[in-house]
């Protein structure tokens, strides 16, 4: 025996030890990864950073993800309202004119919509805040 009790960190056991920081954050961002797949999934936008414990998220008005992450246990708290671009914001309904153009469908019209197209457009969205545990 060589007397030397140095046993490296790698080799130690984890009972007790408190997380290291790195490991903090690589699981705080797989949980914010899961979270933003969640909330993208219902049509809603994560806009913080990966990782910060602080999550902000941007939903259309009438959106079930506030409802949805207060029933998973968060503290959502409304941040007010703001403007986003959205990129099919805007509906465009034509019909085709006697003389075979299409023409912008009117309001109340009866006829039958040939085309419609849709452009960006800005759309007014709900933010929320919470911390990520």
């Known amino acids: 025996m060589n007397g030397n009790n140095y046993k490296p960190m790698y080799s130690r ?34 806009v913080s950073i990966p990782g910060d414990p602080e999550v902000r998220i941007e939903v259309l008005e009438g959106s079930s993800v506030p ?10 708290k409304s941040m007010g309202a703001a403007e986003r671009m959205v990129h099919m914001a805007v509906e465009e309904k034509f019909v085709r004119a006697p003389n075979g153009t299409l ?8 006829r039958s919509v040939v085309e ?18």
């Not at 030890?17 to 994560?46: H, I």
């Not at 409802?67 to 959502?76: Q, S």
């Not at 023409?103 to 009866?110: A, E, K």
């Open 67 to 76: 409802d949805g992450l207060r029933e998973m246990g968060y503290d959502i």
């Open 116 to 133: 419609t197209r849709q452009h960006a457009g800005l759309v007014t969205v709900l933010r929320y805040g919470f911390r990520m545990p």
């Open 13 to 46: 056991p984890d009972e007790g030890r408190k997380p290291s920081r790195s490991e903090t954050l690589t699981d705080r961002k797989q949980r914010f990864d899961a979270l933003n797949t969640w909330v993208q999934a219902r049509g809603g936008w994560v």
């Open 103 to 110: 023409v912008s469908l009117t309001p109340g019209s009866t």
